[in-house]
Structure formats: structure tokens, C-alpha cells
């Protein structure tokens, strides 16, 4: 992306060269003549959307929606399940837990779909369901 791109904006120019938010930054600045132009976000492309935890079993959002969940899911193996949820959200809760769910022999990793088709990712531990969106 060296040099000018006369009269591209920096989105035209990020697709082209498949650029995304991990390489460059959440923000970027476009310049042309030497002058600097409105910073524009690059869309995310390529990047995985992280799940965030949600909620647990215990103190559901609704019934209706965990029975959904847990009616569609699926097991899936450990490296799966990190690879779409926040790493984040896990350290909490094995710091809080006191547990590495890696190595947790009765943890248990599913992928399911919320009513509305939102891809849902949640795991089992001490008979507890997990759910991250």
C-alpha cells in the first residue's frame, strides 16, 4: 500500500490487496496529495467474529431460547469451540473456576443455533451450559 492511490478510498484499496482490521489496525488514514482525508474503519473480511459469553443455564435470557439451543447443538472438539469464542471470556472463567478447561476431562464443547439462526457456541461444565453469541 506504499505510495498514492489517486482517487481510491482506503476501502477499495484494502479489498484489493486483502487487507484486514488484524494487519492494519482498526483505524487508517488515507492519504492523497500529501493531504490527509477522513479517517474511514475497514470492514472486518476475513477476521472471525469472536462469540462473547452470554449467559449461563442458571440465569437464562429465556427458556424458550436455551431449550432451542440445547435442543439443536452438536459436540464439538476443543480446538473448534476456541477458535470462535472470545479467548477472554474463557480465562475469566477458568481463573474464576480455578480450572483449565482444556485439560477439564468433564467439560463438554457443542455448537447450536439460537431460534433466530444465530450461530451459538457453549460448553458444559459441573452440569452447567455455557453459552456464548
Request: charged share 30%.
Amino acid at each position: 500500500m506504499a505510495g498514492r492511490a489517486e482517487g481510491k478510498s482506503i476501502r477499495k484499496i484494502a479489498i484489493e490487496n486483502k487487507v484486514n482490521e488484524a494487519t492494519l489496525g482498526d483505524w487508517l488514514y488515507f492519504w492523497n496529495n500529501g493531504k490527509r482525508r477522513r479517517k474511514e474503519k475497514i470492514i472486518r473480511r476475513t477476521q472471525p467474529q469472536f462469540k462473547s459469553y452470554r449467559y449461563n443455564c442458571i440465569n437464562p435470557k429465556s427458556k424458550s431460547e436455551l431449550l432451542c439451543i440445547l435442543e439443536n447443538s452438536r459436540p464439538i472438539p476443543w480446538q473448534a469451540f476456541i477458535k470462535n469464542v472470545d479467548i477472554e471470556d474463557i480465562r475469566k472463567y477458568e481463573k474464576e473456576a480455578n480450572i483449565i478447561l482444556k485439560e477439564e476431562q468433564w467439560a463438554r464443547f457443542y455448537k447450536s443455533v439460537a431460534p433466530k439462526g444465530k450461530e451459538v457456541y457453549y460448553f458444559t461444565h459441573s452440569g452447567i451450559e455455557n453459552i456464548f453469541y
